[in-house]
């Protein structure tokens, strides 16, 4: 008896590949309804390469004079970035303390922590700062406000996965010589979320400088309202002047960041 | 004195470590318990200061009756019970003086403790015990820089210095090679008896209980099966401890490996 030999095979059987098909269709559809959605004005994408040609023309070269003026404005970007992460990261010790399995009281502390870690999070450091120039008025404590605000869940979260990951041998040895909760957490626990802490708080702050660059948009202080000002007025050599100063503290901020993150052991 | 009267230990998973184990520590005596793995020696020797919640059975420490103490009251009586782990379970990124000065945070206010503010008299022991543990001179270097032997010898130091009523030693050796064993059991039952310190150790090798300690508790399975002088541990209560009675089928077997012991958040630390 002899045996068929089998030369055909297929991966998937014909119903199977209706489905994909179907399936690819069904997503195709769904991109060019998306598209037609946004009413795109091609009259616009047509003229593109040759706006931004102009663009460049009007902001070359740089406006020289015009970076002395804008050093005040970058330090107190460079502030707003300091005092916010470290109000941040002041208001997120605690929290992290409740948002950790391990050092939480109880559930319902647990669940108070991860509702602040989320909520925080969950909200834009624009849309903060337009909360607290309500509250405070135009200016930097705004801006403070918000970079502080917007960074409670990142560090606090960042910090409570740390304090989840420790030995808990070294804190046992600390209960074992009769050591109070608050000598716990200072010598059980402190010591070993240290470099988490450092990297994450200088981390942030390389976030921050950037976050506190785009708040003068909306008044909350800082280089992002002389930016504003500059594309309000098309004085586009300043605005070039400025973007490249941003650079500049932006690659300033990421080096010390990764020093500082290098250094801790 | 120690005293243990029934007690009895049920892990949350339904595993019952210890069945009902009576002992009692008096004097200076240094007592080690052997056993198999999984025969609930760690669970005993953490049981006594509570890092392990015992679920039954009573432990009395001189007049104080561990067992039953608030919160409050057992971190008092932790002051006086010294605790050296297998692991060592020192602070790492922490140097070797704050390692062995935090065997006295039970004393101290937390200001102090958080300020670094150890009592004069505390610093002066700490160096006379560093120089008997033979760590002269590494005061200053963070824990994680030294060897394993010069770690469990801050583990040493660090339960010394809170002049506890009792050492509980929680295999300590079994981290180490067996030259550094053998020396770090020497120095530990040496350091106990000239303080007068009753000490209750668990271990897994039987030659470094046999050498060092006056007595031997045998645990298997949650039970003391033997109780001592090394002397009387005969092939008989070897069998008896380690193979339930069932005489040595092949030569050369052994028992080995570490257990490890869960110790149990108390909510909050």
Same mark, same amino acid.
Request: proline share 4%.
């Given at each position: 008896?002899?045996? +068929?030999?089998?030369?055909?095979?297929?991966?998937?059987?014909? @119903?199977?590949?209706?489905?994909?098909?179907?399936?690819?269709?069904?997503?195709?559809?769904?991109?060019?309804?998306?598209?037609?959605?946004?009413?795109?004005?091609?009259?616009?994408?047509?003229?593109?390469?040759?706006?931004?040609?102009?663009?460049?023309?009007?902001?070359?070269?740089?406006?020289?004079?015009?970076?002395?003026?804008?050093?005040?404005?970058?330090?107190?970007?460079?502030?707003?970035?300091?005092?916010?992460?470290?109000?941040?990261?002041?208001?997120?010790?605690?929290?992290?303390?409740?948002?950790?399995?391990?050092?939480?009281?109880?559930?319902?502390?647990?669940?108070?922590?991860?509702?602040?870690?989320?909520?925080?999070?969950?909200?834009?450091?624009?849309?903060?700062?337009?909360?607290?120039?309500?509250?405070?008025?135009?200016?930097?404590?705004?801006?403070?406000?918000?970079?502080?605000?917007?960074?409670?869940?990142?560090?606090?979260?960042?910090?409570?996965?740390?304090?989840?990951?420790?030995?808990?041998?070294?804190?046992?040895?600390?209960?074992?010589?009769?050591?109070?909760?608050?000598?716990?957490? /200072?010598?059980?626990?402190?010591?070993?979320?240290?470099?988490?802490?450092?990297?994450?708080?200088?981390?942030?702050?390389?976030?921050?400088?950037?976050? *506190?660059?785009?708040?003068?948009?909306?008044? *909350?202080?800082?280089?992002?309202?002389?930016?504003?000002?500059?594309?309000?007025?098309?004085?586009?050599?300043?605005?070039?002047?400025?973007?490249?100063?941003?650079?500049?503290?932006?690659?300033?901020?990421?080096?010390?960041?990764?020093?500082?993150?290098? @250094?801790?052991? | 004195?120690?005293?243990?009267?029934?007690?009895?230990?049920?892990?949350?998973?339904?595993?019952?470590?210890?069945?009902?184990?009576?002992?009692?520590?008096?004097?200076? +005596?240094?007592?080690?318990?052997?056993?198999?793995?999984?025969?609930?020696?760690?669970?005993?020797?953490?049981?006594?200061?509570?890092?392990? +919640?015992?679920?039954?059975?009573?432990?009395?420490?001189?007049?104080?009756?561990?067992?039953?103490?608030?919160?409050?009251?057992?971190?008092?009586?932790?002051? +006086?019970?010294?605790?050296?782990?297998?692991?060592?379970?020192?602070?790492?990124?922490?140097? /070797?003086?704050?390692?062995?000065?935090?065997?006295?945070? =039970?004393?101290?206010?937390?200001?102090?403790?958080?300020?670094?503010?150890?009592?004069?008299?505390?610093?002066?022991?700490?160096?006379?015990?560093?120089?008997?543990?033979?760590?002269?001179?590494?005061?200053? @270097?963070?824990?994680?820089?030294?060897? =394993?032997?010069?770690?469990?010898?801050? =583990?040493?130091?660090?339960?010394?210095?809170?002049?506890?009523?009792?050492?509980?030693?929680?295999?300590?050796?079994?981290?180490?090679?067996?030259?550094?064993?053998?020396?770090?059991?020497?120095?530990?039952?040496?350091?106990?008896?000239?303080?007068?310190?009753?000490?209750?150790?668990?271990?897994?090798?039987?030659?470094?209980?046999?050498?060092?300690?006056?007595?031997?508790?045998?645990?298997?399975?949650?039970?003391?099966?033997?109780? =001592?002088?090394?002397?009387?541990?005969?092939?008989?209560?070897?069998?008896?401890?380690?193979?339930?009675?069932?005489?040595? *089928?092949?030569?050369?077997?052994?028992?080995?490996?570490?257990?490890?012991?869960?110790?149990?958040?108390?909510?909050?630390?």
């Amino acid at each position: 008896m002899a045996v +068929e030999p089998r030369t055909s095979w297929t991966k998937y059987d014909r @119903k199977t590949k209706i489905l994909r098909m179907l399936g690819v269709l069904v997503a195709a559809v769904v991109a060019v309804l998306a598209w037609r959605a946004l009413h795109v004005r091609y009259t616009f994408v047509a003229n593109a390469a040759r706006n931004l040609r102009d663009l460049l023309g009007r902001m070359y070269p740089p406006n020289p004079s015009y970076a002395v003026e804008i050093v005040p404005p970058l330090v107190e970007t460079m502030n707003i970035a300091i005092l916010g992460t470290g109000l941040a990261i002041f208001l997120s010790l605690p929290i992290a303390y409740l948002g950790a399995e391990n050092t939480t009281p109880n559930a319902i502390t647990y669940a108070i922590g991860k509702f602040l870690i989320v909520g925080t999070r969950s909200v834009n450091v624009i849309i903060w700062a337009l909360f607290f120039i309500i509250i405070f008025g135009t200016g930097a404590l705004a801006g403070v406000l918000a970079v502080a605000f917007r960074s409670i869940g990142f560090v606090s979260k960042l910090l409570a996965e740390g304090i989840e990951e420790i030995d808990p041998g070294q804190v046992a040895a600390i209960r074992a010589v009769g050591g109070s909760p608050f000598d716990v957490v /200072v010598y059980g626990i402190v010591p070993q979320v240290k470099p988490t802490f450092v990297s994450v708080a200088t981390y942030r702050w390389d976030i921050n400088v950037r976050e *506190a660059t785009i708040i003068g948009f909306v008044g *909350a202080g800082g280089i992002g309202a002389s930016l504003d000002a500059s594309i309000d007025f098309f004085q586009w050599s300043n605005v070039l002047t400025i973007l490249i100063a941003m650079l500049g503290v932006v690659l300033v901020s990421e080096g010390v960041s990764a020093y500082l993150r290098g @250094k801790t052991r | 004195m120690l005293t243990i009267t029934d007690l009895r230990k049920v892990y949350p998973t339904g595993d019952e470590a210890l069945k009902g184990v009576s002992m009692r520590v008096s004097g200076d +005596e240094v007592v080690s318990v052997i056993g198999p793995s999984g025969a609930g020696k760690s669970t005993l020797i953490s049981c006594i200061n509570r890092l392990t +919640e015992p679920t039954d059975g009573s432990i009395v420490l001189d007049d104080t009756k561990i067992t039953s103490l608030s919160k409050r009251d057992l971190r008092r009586s932790r002051r +006086e019970m010294g605790m050296i782990f297998q692991e060592f379970n020192l602070i790492e990124r922490l140097t /070797v003086m704050e390692n062995v000065l935090s065997g006295r945070l =039970g004393y101290m206010s937390n200001w102090k403790a958080f300020r670094r503010k150890f009592d004069a008299e505390d610093i002066s022991k700490a160096y006379e015990i560093l120089d008997r543990v033979g760590l002269e001179d590494v005061e200053d @270097k963070r824990v994680d820089e030294l060897s =394993g032997g010069q770690r469990q010898r801050v =583990g040493i130091a660090r339960a010394v210095l809170q002049r506890p009523k009792i050492l509980l030693v929680d295999e300590p050796t079994s981290s180490l090679d067996p030259e550094t064993s053998a020396a770090v059991m020497e120095l530990l039952t040496e350091i106990a008896r000239e303080e007068e310190i009753p000490v209750v150790i668990n271990i897994h090798e039987v030659d470094l209980a046999l050498e060092h300690t006056d007595r031997v508790v045998g645990l298997t399975d949650g039970r003391i099966v033997f109780d =001592g002088p090394p002397g009387e541990l005969d092939d008989g209560a070897r069998d008896t401890i380690y193979r339930g009675g069932e005489p040595r *089928a092949k030569a050369g077997e052994r028992t080995t490996s570490t257990e490890s012991v869960e110790i149990e958040p108390e909510g909050s630390f």
